[in-house]
């Protein structure tokens, strides 16, 4: 299968989240992972929106997906700030602190790069390509 990448941009606010599930969904439409993908990329986006200056007035965040035979990569650059992306340990609190978890489950591997000016953090997931699923 030839790789394909594809990227969009949000207005980050709460109600880009869902804009961000749509465009994974819509992308990824024949994809068994489509439903792992939708929940990383918005864990992702969330936290953008929440704990990076992408939550500030006039704050964006790019979405970007890009697969590559039985791999699909999907990552989300937020405008940066003063925390970083780090997996809490476990039990910090019922609902908080689970996001960051939760994507390293459900990705084959996960990470973070750049700095207080912009980060990328970013999830590999290993899956059946869209092709192999219409046989
Ligand atoms: N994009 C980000 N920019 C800055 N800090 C982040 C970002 N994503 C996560 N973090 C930090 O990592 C912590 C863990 O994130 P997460 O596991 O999603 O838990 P939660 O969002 O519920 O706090 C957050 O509390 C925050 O401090
Ligand atoms: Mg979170």
Do not use: Y
């Not at 961000?20 to 969330?46: G, H, M, Y």
């Not at 405008?79 to 994507?103: D, F, H, I, K």
């Amino acid at each position: 299968m030839s790789p394909s990448r594809i990227s969009r941009t949000f207005l980050g606010s709460p109600a880009s989240i869902t804009e961000a599930r749509r465009f994974i969904t819509a992308f990824l439409r024949n994809w068994p992972c489509v439903d792992d993908a939708e929940l990383i990329v918005s864990e992702l986006a969330t936290n953008a929106v929440r704990h990076s200056d992408s939550g500030r007035f006039g704050g964006r965040f790019t979405v970007s997906i890009e697969t590559r035979n039985s791999w699909l990569w999907l990552s989300v650059l937020d405008e940066g700030g003063p925390r970083s992306p780090r997996a809490l340990p476990p039990l910090t609190s019922a609902e908080n602190g689970r996001g960051l978890m939760l994507v390293g489950e459900l990705s084959a591997a996960w990470g973070v790069t750049g700095d207080d000016k912009g980060r990328i953090v970013w999830a590999v997931l290993k899956t059946l390509p869209e092709a192999a699923t219409r046989r």
